[in-house]
């Protein structure tokens, strides 16, 4: 495959601190006799406790390929910023072994730049506004993964705000961080736009899981920004019910849609991260009712398929419905297909039929139109129409965190950051901020008439006469749709998935690529977690389908 063009600026990614010794004895040992560049987190685990590498030589040699392959060579750009404390923080788990109560001894995971953390790395949201902006205290999500023995590498690059700031915005892209590129395909046509996405706002997580770069990461979703960087790039993840995993110390786009999840190499490392993630939490009360297993890792069986019913929202007959499949390009129809083959084989029972509601959402009522001024965008001067409910809970929620969350900063507002940007168009409003003008302009305090509607109005069509309807008539354990597809009907109603890789496509907007990844996603009802990764690590064990991305070898 052909290299990358290097056009973007690297930021500073902290490695001055780190780089002593970094592709030395430790990191040599971890790539050769451990083989970070592919290794699953059960693999690292397994290598710990048996004493074949220590933190400290994995910490070092994934700092080694994030110097080779994000800062150098392709440049992928998917780590924003190195923690400088890595190295000292994994020394002292050398000698320590995974164990019931850290189970993430010594394994280097990196975070989404969404996700809050206490220490001397920033929480930006990818926003130049925020550059120099800490955090008062970890999140959540990052105090159960220090708790759990994790080493917190360092934040992942994103799209600016959870692309949730200009219409249009290419995935992957932040004032801050610059663009971010597919793991499988890192070229970038004459814009510096990557010609095929590396997905959702989570690409720098999803990018930094494909490549090796982690054991593991951290993304977050409102609709898709899990589900479409896991599809684009290879991986598993899991899109939790809302409320499974505390969004407390998250900078937020919507909190009746926002959730964090694990983006992992396999449904087993995505298991073991739900273990640590899924608790309540007194400062989310989303968490209030949560319901989860004792242990993940317990549910996955390679037989879990058999007696399964599958609903494959799609019917021939009924085509002006048939929305998922469909519009399907014949490439990505054929690995769609077979992966139905080997959901049969393995016992599942596929029941196709539409799902009746799907025209509704997004229609009338849910959503508003927001004129598009994106200097570079194709339907410049049309309108756009997102959820009214992202316009309406975007200023309420992040005027939130930053009044309560965000340090080292005088940006305390949406009002302020809208302010920044103008005041530094030239490097923070490439795309626009059309969507924070719209949001800026609503009350800030959920109180309008128009927000409860859409609101409900959501969870109707998703939900009610959606998932839940189509569930119910059918008898179904979970829902099948092509890669990110059914992201919007789950993520309205709060609903998880869970994706696996499925096979390659090629192929954007009409235009020829090289392979890319296209993942199969499992869909079900709130709390099914563990059904889905169930039906979804049967089906990995029969397909096996994920390959790694060419071009990033070992060290």
Same mark, same amino acid.
């Given at each position: ?423 530094? #168009?030239?490097? %923070?409003?490439?795309?626009?901020? /059309?969507?924070? $003008?719209? *949001?800026?302009? =609503?009350?800030?305090?959920? +109180? !309008? ?56 496509? #090629?192929?954007? %907007?009409?235009?020829?690529?090289? /392979?890319?990844? $296209?993942? *199969?996603?499992? =869909?079900?009802?709130?709390? +099914? !977690? ?26």
């Amino acid at each position: 495959m052909a290299r990358a063009s290097g056009r973007l600026t690297r930021r500073d990614f902290g490695l001055a601190s780190v780089a002593a010794g970094l592709l030395g004895a430790g990191a040599a040992m971890a790539e050769g006799d451990v083989g970070v560049d592919n290794a699953s987190l059960a693999d690292l685990r397994q290598a710990l406790a048996e004493g074949k590498t220590n933190s400290s030589a994995l910490t070092r040699a994934y700092l080694a390929r994030i110097e080779a392959y994000d800062s150098g060579g392709p440049k992928l750009n998917s780590v924003r910023q190195v923690n400088p404390d890595a190295l000292a923080i994994a020394a002292k788990f050398d000698g320590i072994k995974p164990s019931k109560s850290q189970p993430l001894a010594g394994v280097p995971i990196l975070v989404k730049d969404n996700c809050a953390t206490g220490d001397r790395q920033h929480t930006t949201a990818g926003s130049l506004a925020l550059e120099g902006a800490r955090a008062k205290q970890d999140s959540t999500v990052v105090k159960r993964l220090r708790a759990a023995g994790a080493v917190i590498l360092g934040k992942a690059n994103l799209t600016e705000f959870a692309n949730f700031i200009a219409i249009d915005m290419p995935s992957g892209y932040s004032s801050l961080g610059g663009q971010v590129k597919n793991a499988y395909v890192p070229l970038l046509n004459d814009k510096n736009i990557p010609i095929v996405p590396p997905g959702g706002s989570s690409s720098g997580s999803a990018v930094a899981v494909a490549a090796g770069l982690c054991a593991a990461a951290i993304g977050t979703e409102t609709s898709g920004s899990l589900l479409n960087p896991a599809t684009q790039n290879g991986l598993v993840t899991v899109k939790p019910t809302v409320g499974l995993i505390s969004r407390a110390g998250i900078i937020p786009i919507a909190h009746s849609q926002d959730t964090a999840g694990p983006l992992t190499r396999t449904v087993r490392d995505a298991a073991i991260l739900l273990n640590v993630l899924a608790a309540r939490d007194p400062a989310d009360p989303a968490t209030r009712n949560l319901q989860r297993p004792a242990d993940y890792t317990a549910v996955l069986d390679k037989d879990g398929l058999k007696g399964a019913r599958i609903g494959l929202p799609s019917d021939p007959a009924d085509p002006a419905n048939d929305v998922y499949y469909g519009k399907l390009s014949a490439r990505s129809a054929a690995v769609m297909k077979e992966v139905v083959e080997t959901l049969q084989s393995a016992g599942a029972e596929i029941v196709r039929a539409n799902i009746p509601t799907i025209g509704w959402i997004g229609g009338p009522g849910t959503a508003m139109a927001v004129l598009n001024r994106n200097p570079e965008s194709k339907t410049k001067f049309d309108p756009a129409r997102p959820p009214i409910v992202f316009v309406y809970e975007m200023k309420h929620d992040l005027n939130a965190y930053l009044s309560e969350w965000a340090a080292n900063t005088p940006i305390r507002t949406m009002a302020d950051v809208i302010a920044f940007n103008q005041a530094h #168009a030239d490097r %923070a409003l490439r795309f626009g901020q /059309d969507l924070f $003008l719209a *949001a800026e302009a =609503t009350r800030g305090d959920l +109180s !309008e008439l128009e927000y409860k509607s859409a609101r409900a109005m959501d969870v109707r069509s998703a939900a009610t006469l959606g998932l839940d309807a189509y569930m119910d008539a059918h008898k179904l354990d979970a829902v099948l749709f092509p890669g990110n597809a059914g992201a919007a009907i789950a993520a309205k109603p709060g609903y998880p998935s869970v994706q696996v890789p499925a096979g390659f496509t #090629a192929g954007v %907007a009409g235009g020829e690529t090289p /392979d890319y990844p $296209l993942g *199969a996603t499992f =869909t079900g009802r709130a709390w +099914s !977690e563990a059904t889905l990764l169930r039906l979804a690590y049967a089906y990995e064990q029969a397909s096996q389908m994920r390959r790694p991305p060419p071009d990033l070898p070992a060290l």
